[in-house]
């Protein structure tokens, strides 16, 4: 056996005072706060914030204007100029037309033959008429692989151009 073992164990007094009969547990404080209670807050706070992180992202990333119709339009003739087949000229502007036409008009999307396309255009008989005539004009190049001297390039572009400017003209005095 160890010396430990054999040696009695004596322990100092206790001090003199109360008698441990009275002793109480631990004190609650007033304003203390469940653990339910601080995760609930701490929940609270972080979904707050990732709403006003995310209304911020979402302002910072708000799609361009809308670019006019018109101004498309001429972008897309002004495109034309520089092709070089007159297969690819006549069908860039008859598709830079035909856009437009279709946007100003609130037409659907969707491919129709130029007749049909013509057809469904809300236009004056003599605006009608030069319309079928610019895009017949251009299917002739596109399908039957007619050949455009400089003039007929020209006079192609400028039909294209005053088409869309009398239609852009003849919409803004409707909306007026």
């Known amino acids: 056996m160890s010396l430990l073992a054999q040696m009695p164990v004596q322990l100092p007094p206790l001090p003199e005072g109360p ?23 701490v929940l609270t706070i972080l979904l707050i914030a990732a709403g006003a992180i995310w209304l911020y992202l979402r302002s910072r990333s708000r799609p361009p204007a809308a670019i006019p119709p018109i101004e498309v ?6 495109a034309a100029t520089q092709a070089t087949g007159d297969e690819r000229f006549a069908l860039l502007c008859a598709n830079a037309v035909r856009r437009f036409l279709a ?7 969707g491919s129709k033959t130029s007749a049909e396309f ?5 236009l004056e008989d003599k605006a009608k008429a030069r319309l079928v005539d610019f895009l017949n004009a251009c299917d002739g190049v596109k399908f039957a692989g007619q050949t455009l001297s400089k003039a007929q390039r020209s006079e192609i572009l400028d039909t ?7 239609t852009q003209k003849k919409e803004d005095f409707k909306t007026a």
């Open 160 to 166: 294209a151009n005053s088409l869309i400017e009398e």
């Open 73 to 78: 339009a001429r972008a897309e003739l002004n």
């Open 118 to 122: 013509s057809a469904s255009i809300p």
């Open 103 to 109: 946007t100003e008009f609130k037409l659907p999307a």
């Open 19 to 41: 008698a441990l009969k009275n002793v109480r547990g631990p004190v609650e404080l007033n304003g203390s706060y469940e653990s339910w209670q601080i995760a609930l807050a």
